[in-house]
């Protein structure tokens, strides 16, 4: 049983910072709660507890302070529903008199959703008086945005000052995250491999380091891959490359060869004349692209290659599409990784779908429930793996 799990939350008010920064439609519909539901367990456990909550989040950039696209009013109605119809209470300013007044009254299991923190500088700026009204607000501090646990903004990360230890906790989201990020790096399964795509090498490249010696597979795919392609001598066309990152790419090869880590490039590349969902497309060795053409899916024997060491593997990771899977023509060799994955898991490998878009990626493959575990942290499971210390976590654990 965890910290979180043992706590009695009968009689308190929780403050919950939550991710619900979710993608609205023009008509302000949610178009993905992914975020949302996934703070469910830990709101359900205190309100069954008999204690009170309090959600606070940040919702999109708004730059101008109050925006009505902003305000997290837009999400009210869908939390109630997600909440078996449960009343929500709004506060629309998070530290206005009024909200203090709704948090002050709150009965057990009534819900208070405060507007979006971000209304307020202060909070992207850690400031400490804003962190401490946001205090103000609960007895007991549970982090549960693992979203924005790499950022130490006013509520992920400073508000943990005025919560002694003991008052403060994970919520059952942010324990998954860091259990399945903990599951990679520390002692994972072996063959451990590790699929990384997306547009660039610089991007990834701490990860790469990171992966080296735990990885005894590295399947490179995506534009990153034409850059070691272009290192190793190869014509790659009008293909995305980083031309300064042609020595960090053998590098990063040498490392690999070092600690018997052995990195996949793809021998055969979907091309394009051009970068367009409707472009014309024909196969060609990832080696000798023509001028005119640029790279955007792995080919057809790289997919086959790629998914074979996948299905032999115990444990993967996977972060980052392997091309252009936005463009339904060049997200076939994104879909077959994303079925070899979930074949590999049937087997009983664990995975791990974390970082990049290959979050994106999976749901669009329909395969989310296939596979062990996938993050709902982008740039969050990404430093997290590699191995940074994320400020939203470290808070929590400290005095
Ligand atoms: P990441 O967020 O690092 O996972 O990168 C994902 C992005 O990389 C997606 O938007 C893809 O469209 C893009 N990407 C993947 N392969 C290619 C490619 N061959 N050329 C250009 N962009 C690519």
């Known amino acids: 049983m965890s910290q979180f799990d043992q706590h009695n939350f009968k009689g308190e008010r929780a403050l919950i910072r939550v991710d619900f920064n979710v993608p609205l439609d023009e008509n302000f519909k949610i ?3 992914t975020r949302m539901r996934a703070a469910l367990p830990t709101i359900n456990k205190i309100l069954n507890d008999g204690g009170s909550v309090v959600l606070m989040s940040h ?5 101008d302070g109050p925006t009505d696209k902003y305000s997290l009013k837009h999400l009210k109605n869908h939390l109630s529903d997600l909440l078996g119809g449960k009343e929500i209470l709004f506060a629309d300013d998070c530290i206005g008199e009024e909200s203090f007044e709704l948090s002050a009254n709150l009965q057990p299991g009534q819900v208070l959703l405060l507007e979006n923190l971000r209304f307020y500088k202060e909070e992207e700026k850690g400031d400490e008086a ?4 946001l205090s103000k607000h609960g007895d007991f501090w549970v982090n549960d945005a693992f979203g924005t646990a790499h950022r130490a903004h006013a509520s992920t990360t400073i508000v943990s000052k005025f919560f ?18 903990n599951k990679l790096l520390n002692n994972p399964a ?4 590790a699929i990384v795509g997306g547009a660039k090498v610089s991007d990834k490249i701490k990860l ?12 490179i795919g995506g534009g990153m891959a034409y850059t070691f392609i272009k290192a190793l001598g190869g014509s790659v066309g009008k293909s995305i490359c980083e031309y300064d990152k042609l020595d960090l790419a053998l590098d990063t090869l040498e490392k690999a060869k070092a600690n018997n880590c052995q990195i996949h490039l793809p021998e055969d590349t979907v091309v394009a004349d051009k970068f367009a969902p409707d472009a014309n497309k024909k196969l060609s060795p990832t080696n000798a692209i023509e001028d005119e053409w640029e790279g955007l899916d792995i080919g ?3 997919a086959e290659a790629f998914s074979n060491v996948i299905k032999n593997s115990k444990t993967i990771l996977w972060n980052g599409p392997m091309g252009v899977f936005e463009f339904d023509a060049f997200a076939v060799g994104t879909f077959e990784i994303a079925k070899a994955v979930a074949d590999a898991t049937a087997l009983g490998a664990y995975s791990l779908i974390g970082g990049g878009d290959s979050v994106s990626a999976i ?7 296939k596979v062990s575990y996938v993050s709902t942290g982008g740039g969050a499971m990404l430093e997290f793996l590699e191995g940074k210390t994320l400020p939203g976590i470290a808070a929590v654990l400290e005095d």
């Open 300 to 302: 057809p024997k790289t």
């Open 208 to 219: 790469l380091e990171k992966l080296i010696p735990i990885a005894d597979n590295i399947l």
């Open 31 to 33: 178009t993905d709660d």
């Open 363 to 369: 749901n669009k493959a329909g395969l989310e429930d």
């Open 190 to 193: 072996q063959p451990v491999t």
């Open 130 to 133: 804003f962190a401490e009204k």
């Open 164 to 181: 002694p230890k003991g008052k403060k906790s994970f919520g059952y989201l942010m324990e998954a995250e860091v259990i399945n990020g």
């Open 59 to 63: 919702f999109g950039r708004p730059k």
